[in-house]
């Protein structure tokens, strides 16, 4: 019987009556996965502003600018900007 045993999250995968192009096959894998990870979470931020502040409100506000807008709506497009601004590559 062939079988992966996971382990804690960040850990390597043991591997237990593999071959080595399955052990490989899984490496590829989980090395793919790990790369996504900063753009996953990234995203997964991103969508949480936009409970905060929507993309279209960001966009109004980007086009008329902040002036006269209330403190608090200033504080929360200028936080969605930073959190924009630290998008993975």
């Given at each position: 019987?062939?079988?992966?045993?996971?382990?804690?999250?960040?850990?390597?995968?043991?591997?237990?009556?593999?071959?080595?192009?399955?052990?490989?096959?899984?490496?590829?894998?989980?090395?793919?996965?790990?790369?996504?990870?900063?753009?996953?979470?990234?995203?997964?931020?991103m969508k949480g502003s936009d409970q905060i502040l929507p993309r279209w409100a960001e966009d109004i506000i980007d086009k008329i600018g902040t002036d006269g807008l209330a403190p608090e709506t200033v504080d929360k497009h200028a936080a969605k900007k930073a959190l924009r601004a630290t998008r993975p590559v």
């Open positions: 019987m062939k079988k992966a045993i996971a382990t804690a999250p960040g850990k390597a995968t043991k591997y237990t009556d593999l071959t080595s192009v399955e052990i490989s096959s899984r490496q590829d894998e989980e090395a793919a996965e790990l790369a996504d990870k900063p753009m996953n979470d990234w995203e997964q931020s």
